[in-house]
């Protein structure tokens, strides 16, 4: 460390703590010490040099010598109590008691004239008029009384002869105005920076923004004092580097490099940073965990006015932030809201691709063997062969009719006016009856169809077509990805205020890249132009909506080539649970068959029944 630096935190340990907010006044504080302080050191060394040219001195020179080592008493006052004014006028005394003692004890007059000359100046430092005008006043009453005693021949002072006096009283008067002319200078010129000071504060506080005047390396030198109101923090906790620290790490490359641009560029360069600021106090006065805030900073290079004060200045930035979050946020909002609706679009063009040949191949068989059947040369003479075309087109026509029952269900529950109606009812045969609606396709496809469930089984409260329509779905689509030979199965439990119905199957699973994505509106997993079964894709998605309107959840294990097991849980009373949120259920997927019940497999406190 420098003998400057040492010096310098010498220095500053003097200063008493009262004056350490104000650096202004820590300034004036810190420079009367170090002037004091050399000055009667200065002397203290040169008392051996005149001991040993002069040898044993006077008794005024010591009076002398003690006037001026006065002032370190001055400085101790000042350290103890932070009263600058006293401590100078104490350095006034002694510059015109060193000033009597030397004309008194018949040293030069000259000496004495430049001490009694120096008295005004003391009070330049403190910017005080009353120590000025006390000064040259008390120098100009020394001065006087020194003539006078000369003329009454009390003492030889030098200062009898009428030319003598009429040259140190103009000088003392001189310098009196010359200190108060440079004390109402310094007056004026910090009078201005304190105008231009409110300006800037005025600007800032018009502004609503946050300014920092810092360097090309991001060290802050100025904060703007709503830096509190703005972002919870003092402006002292971003002065120096405490800016930097408080920019997150990834983006302090971009706060150097914006700093060190600008600087460089006359310029405006803009980044957008992340800012650790203190959190809102709750209603208690406490504080809670600091968060990051998006911060946009337009910073560009400092000019001067130019000249010697401008120096120093060249690699100056002023930096505006702005707290952009909220803007931040509404942007995430909207790309979120974009890349949704760019997802719902392809949805819609698969579902659109694969609905086509849901509506197209009954539509044509309706036409086709309606037009059959009212063409007289077309129509089969066999009862049983038109009785067989009137039944394609009933299935048909009850195809479509599911179709267009899907879509309208769906677009009921995602715009929220898919209203339950809550009502208590049996579980157990509202089972056996979806069984029973799609046992025939289940036999058709050589699917077992079996159900188990305990003997007793608790009322449920939910809206029961609703509910059939959720067993029915999660049933057809089990038969229908479920291979000739496999099983499929419903089993049900209770789970404390929640009812577990269990649809099981040995079908062909599910991939893993599709889990993700099960439940969303036209999604089919691994759907293709080509793909073997048919389906809209919406029977899940209904699902998921309909559990969530009982405020109930599902959750779906699968695995390729070893089947699917889907689990709603619905509250036993909806009305108490949450029941009627238009949100859609939540789904838990896990690409893993280990744990999944075997369809074939029952408790023994189960009453198990084969459907089909």
């Not at 008194?104 to 009070?123: I, N, R, S, T």
Request: aromatic share 8%; glycine share 8%; charged share 20%.
């Amino acid at each position: 460390m420098s003998f400057a630096l040492v010096l310098e935190k010498q220095i500053a340990s003097l200063v008493h703590p009262t004056v350490l907010t104000c650096q202004a006044e820590r300034n004036r504080h810190e420079a009367f010490i170090l002037r004091r302080l050399a000055s009667s050191v200065a002397v203290m060394c040169l008392a051996p040099l005149f001991l040993a040219i002069y040898g044993a001195p006077a008794v005024w020179n010591a009076l002398v010598f003690v006037w001026c080592v006065l002032p370190i008493g001055a400085v101790v006052l000042l350290s103890r109590s932070g009263d600058l004014l006293l401590a100078q006028a104490i350095c006034i005394l002694s510059f015109i008691g060193a000033a009597a003692t030397i004309a008194a004890g018949g040293g030069p007059w000259e000496v004495a004239l430049a001490w009694l000359v120096l008295a005004p100046f003391e009070g330049i430092l403190s910017q005080d008029f009353r120590l000025v005008f006390g000064g040259g006043a008390f120098a100009a009453l020394a001065a006087a009384v020194l003539a006078l005693a000369d003329q009454m021949n009390w003492i030889k002072t030098g200062f009898g002869g009428g030319d003598v006096t009429l040259l140190v009283l103009p000088a003392i008067f001189y310098a009196t105005l010359l200190a108060y002319s440079i004390v109402a200078f310094q007056k004026k010129r910090d009078y201005s920076a304190q105008l231009r000071a409110e300006h800037y504060r005025a600007v800032y506080d018009t502004v609503g923004d946050l300014v920092v005047h810092h360097d090309r390396n991001g060290v802050a030198e100025f904060v703007s004092p709503n830096c509190m109101e703005l972002f919870g923090l003092a402006p002292l906790e971003l002065m120096g580097r405490g800016l930097f620290d408080r920019i997150h790490v990834a983006d302090r490359p971009a706060l150097l490099k914006a700093a060190a641009d600008a600087a460089g560029s006359p310029d405006t360069v803009c980044t957008t940073l992340r800012l650790r600021c203190a959190s809102p106090p709750s209603g208690n006065g406490v504080r809670g965990e600091p968060a990051f805030r998006w911060v946009e900073m337009r910073s560009r290079r400092f000019v001067a006015d130019g000249g010697s004060e401008s120096k120093g200045w060249e690699n100056r930035v002023v930096s505006i932030l702005r707290d952009v979050s909220q803007s931040k946020q509404r942007d995430e909002e909207i790309e979120t809201a974009r890349a949704a609706a760019a997802e719902v679009n392809v949805w819609k063009d698969q579902f659109l691709a694969n609905v086509s040949h849901e509506l197209r191949t009954p539509l044509n068989a309706i036409i086709g063997f309606a037009e059959m059947l009212a063409n007289t040369q077309l129509v089969p003479q066999d009862p049983d062969k038109r009785r067989e075309y009137a039944r394609i087109i009933q299935q048909s026509g009850q195809h479509l009719l599911s179709v267009v029952n899907s879509i309208l269900d769906m677009s009921k529950i995602q715009s929220g006016v898919f209203d339950i109606r809550p009502e208590p009812f049996e579980i157990a045969p509202l089972i056996d009856l979806c069984c029973d609606m799609v046992k025939l396709k289940a036999k058709e496809g050589g699917v077992e169809l079996v159900r188990a469930y305990p003997e007793n089984v608790d009322d449920i409260v939910g809206d029961k077509r609703a509910c059939k329509q959720i067993l029915i779905n999660l049933l057809s689509n089990a038969v229908k990805f479920t291979p000739r030979g496999g099983c499929v199965s419903v089993r049900v439990r209770i789970e404390g205020a929640y009812i577990v119905i269990a649809v099981a199957d040995t079908g062909i699973g599910i991939a893993a890249r599709d889990l993700a994505n099960l439940g969303n509106p036209f999604f089919q997993a691994g759907a293709s132009y080509d793909r073997p079964y048919e389906g809209t894709g919406l029977g899940l998605s209904v699902v998921r909506g309909l559990v969530g309107l009982h405020g109930g959840t599902i959750s779906i294990e699968s695995e390729i080539g070893k089947g699917t097991c889907v689990r709603v849980r619905l509250p036993l009373d909806c009305r108490r649970s949450g029941g009627g949120s238009n949100r859609p259920a939540k789904i838990e997927t896990a690409a893993c068959r280990s744990g999944l019940e075997d369809p074939r497999q029952f408790g023994t406190e189960m009453m198990v029944k084969k459907i089909a």
